[in-house]
């Protein structure tokens, strides 16, 4: 009982991983480029809010989510493990996930005003798998303490994605393009095996449930 280094290192890893944010330098680099310092501390703390609270209630209430629509956790896991393998496989060619914001949304919302909400933190940092994991995660969560390390990744998540979108300036002067990819790439490489043990779960579950094991 107690704090669970692996667990947390484990939880806050993937989700911070499926977050990209050093994926996202460039785009937030670019939409902000015009705006004052104080602008980008203002956007940046809205949306870190609505990522974290987007997350928590997931997590939290997607259990009673799956039961109302009939869908079993096992079943999410293995559709939530390939939707995840998806966004690796972007990540792999140093891609923005489709799964995560369409070119054609892409481009709509740099004309916004006001990206902190839409696309900043959903779709683009409290994606769909994202949530997924947080589900996930909260559902692997067995004790208390367990559920408060998912609570504490979560936000230490955001707020880390949330510095590192902050200094994308000079974070984007001092990767540059290449510097970014290849991070890109390395992250989707973790990400990829993650969600391999994710659909392997769901699907060991699912046999074991339907008394073929």
Do not use: C
């Amino acid at each position: 009982m107690g704090f669970n280094l692996s667990f947390f290192i484990y939880a806050f890893t993937s989700l911070f991983i499926i977050m990209n944010p050093i994926g996202l330098v460039p785009l937030f680099y670019i939409w902000t480029s015009n705006n004052t310092e104080k602008e980008r501390i203002k956007l940046l703390k809205k949306s870190t809010i609505v990522v974290i609270l987007t997350l928590i209630i997931f997590g939290f209430f997607g259990k009673w989510i799956f039961e109302f629509f009939g869908i079993t956790i096992d079943s999410f896991k293995v559709a939530g493990g390939l939707l995840i393998l998806k966004i690796s496989w972007d990540m792999l060619h140093a891609q923005v996930s489709k799964t995560r914001q369409t070119p054609k949304e892409k481009e709509e919302m740099v004309q916004l005003d006001d990206i902190a909400v839409v696309p900043l933190a959903i779709p683009l940092l409290a994606g769909p798998g994202t949530i997924t994991t947080s589900i996930i995660l909260m559902e692997h969560s067995y004790t208390i303490y367990d559920k408060i390390i998912v609570l504490f990744s979560i936000i230490l998540a955001a707020l880390v994605s949330g510095v590192i979108l902050y200094s994308s300036d000079k974070i984007a002067h001092i990767l540059k393009t290449s510097g970014i990819k290849a991070i890109v790439r390395l992250m989707g490489l973790i990400l990829s095996a993650i969600s391999i043990e994710i659909i392997s779960s769901g699907i060991f579950g699912l046999i074991h449930s339907s008394g073929l094991s």
